[in-house]
């Protein structure tokens, strides 16, 4: 979205940047067909609404693309889009190109009359160029006093309202750098916990995921995050959402999980809302956790379940997972999809979330039988005999069924397995472990009383002892290595 950025002019600094930022399509295991089109043919909720869990640049950025991927949202996206842009930002750029974009639309489906009312301001793009040049000019001035003053303070607060400024222009750039070099002058744990946050903050909006977990790290090692419940809630939803990203569905769900909902105020609301760490954390633990920890984690955890109040088709969904009602349960994800394809950081993992929720519904249906009707399955998953039997047997070639499938009676068998038999080959390849590694302590224990091998003296070690040592081991015949002897053996 090239046209958030802002053409203020950048203010001139003599610091060189310490901080390495991150290109947005540095994912780890992101594959090209994670960032394609998507296109949504329902209205499943009210923008109006969904747009009141956000604010600032997070509350542009996912109207926007409600308004690219879901057609017949997209006027009332566009309109609320451009109310926001009026009304709270400096972004010139974003407000044209929204107003275009807005005319448009409405023009293609047959509302000219409509789109007559939404006119280019021209006195308003005048009036807050204006009004920007003159607060960035203000805001210059007197990070200049502050640097000839040298006030530490006065000078972190001077970069963090330039960092303010350019981000309310949509120059997301320019405001990661200033947050970036108020870091020279914080004074405390709560300010370094501060700055991280503004940092972690724009380069989630650039989704430079590197740089998140860079700055998240750091902010969680901070000892302002260790005294601090809410800073602990903050730091563990962005981890969260940098590990669905980054696809690792199961640490997601733990990270989410472990939130209090007490803890997400409104200044939380520019990144996440407590609506989408229900979402994130409930699809998460649906796909990796197994029954005992989505007990654990879910049903049994007091804060989470208070997010999953927030989201009450969803919580059902979960419910029914656990009570292996499969059938429902699926039926219920499937008519939250098209919701859950309009959020910008969830869509490109759901069809890899919703296949191993799936697969994962496969496995416990048919753990407790020796065997099952395919066509009673297929009914119960709603879905056809032939996908059924690709699906089973993806499971099977992958280890996580252990069953054989008669195609011509349409039958799925359980593999005998010999408990005893198991429990046996298991105890003695752990008597050889045990074993081979009894033997290997012995070795090395008699290696080191012989001299064979040299042992660093720590602070508490004198090395005078084992130079006392070796001349009665040679005494014993055998052979002590020293440094200066190199035709002798050293291990």
């Not at 006065?154 to 981000?167: C, F, K, M, P």
């Not at 032939?386 to 069953?403: C, F, P, R």
Request: hydrophobic share 40%; charged share 25%.
């Amino acid at each position: 979205m090239s046209f958030l950025s802002n053409n203020v002019e950048p203010m001139q600094l003599d610091a060189v940047e310490d901080i390495e930022l991150f290109e947005a399509n540095e994912i780890p295991n992101a594959s090209v067909n994670d960032v394609l089109d998507r296109s949504v043919e329902s209205a499943p909720f009210e923008v109006e609404s969904y747009a009141a869990q956000y604010s600032g640049f997070a509350k542009l950025s996912r109207l926007l693309y409600i308004a690219d991927h879901c057609p017949p949202l997209q006027i009332e996206a566009l309109e609320q889009a451009l109310k926001y842009v009026k009304e709270s930002t400096y972004n010139v750029n974003a407000y044209t190109t929204i107003q275009q974009k807005l005319v448009n639309a409405l023009t293609a489906s047959g509302q000219t009359a409509k789109a007559e009312q939404y006119p280019l301001d021209t006195v308003w793009i005048d009036e807050k160029s204006k009004m920007s040049q003159i607060y960035f000019e203000k805001l210059d001035t007197d990070l200049k006093n502050y640097k000839t003053n040298s006030i530490k303070e006065s000078i972190r607060r001077g970069h963090d309202d330039l960092g303010a400024h350019y981000l309310q222009c949509g120059d997301l750039s320019n405001a990661l750098k200033c947050y970036s070099r108020s870091r020279d002058y914080c004074m405390g744990d709560q300010q370094l916990f501060n700055i991280c946050m503004n940092i972690i903050k724009v380069s989630i909006y650039q989704k430079s995921w590197g740089h998140v977990n860079s700055f998240a790290q750091k902010a969680e090692s901070s000892p302002e995050c260790s005294a601090n419940s809410t800073a602990q809630t903050k730091i563990s939803c962005i981890v969260g959402l940098h590990e669905l990203v980054t696809k690792r569905y199961k640490y997601a769900a733990k990270r989410f999980m472990s939130a209090n909902i007490d803890d997400l105020g409104p200044d939380f609301s520019d990144i996440l809302s407590p609506n989408n760490v229900a979402i994130y954390g409930g699809l998460c633990a649906l796909a990796s956790l197994d029954r005992s920890d989505l007990h654990k984690h879910v049903f049994l955890s007091p804060n989470f379940k208070l997010f999953l109040e927030l989201e009450p088709q969803l919580r059902e969904a979960i419910h029914k997972f656990y009570e292996s009602k499969y059938p429902v349960c699926l039926s219920l994800l499937d008519e939250l999809k098209d919701s859950f394809m309009l959020d910008m950081y969830l869509a490109p993992h759901l069809t890899a979330l919703y296949s191993k929720i799936r697969n994962r519904a496969l496995i416990q249906y048919f753990s407790p039988y020796l065997s099952a009707d395919l066509r009673l399955m297929a009914t119960a998953f709603n879905t056809s005999l032939h996908d059924l039997e690709n699906e089973l047997m993806k499971l099977i070639l992958d280890g996580q069924i252990k069953a054989r499938i008669d195609s011509h009676n349409k039958i799925l068998y359980a593999k005998d397995s010999d408990q005893r038999l198991e429990t046996f080959e298991k105890s003695l390849a752990m008597g050889r472990e045990w074993q081979m590694r009894a033997t290997s302590l012995i070795l090395r224990a008699a290696c080191v009383r012989n001299g064979l091998i040299f042992i660093k003296a720590g602070p508490n070690n004198a090395s005078s002892k084992a130079a006392e040592e070796a001349p009665s081991s040679a005494g014993n015949n055998v052979a002590a290595c020293s440094p200066s002897s190199p035709n002798k053996p050293r291990v």
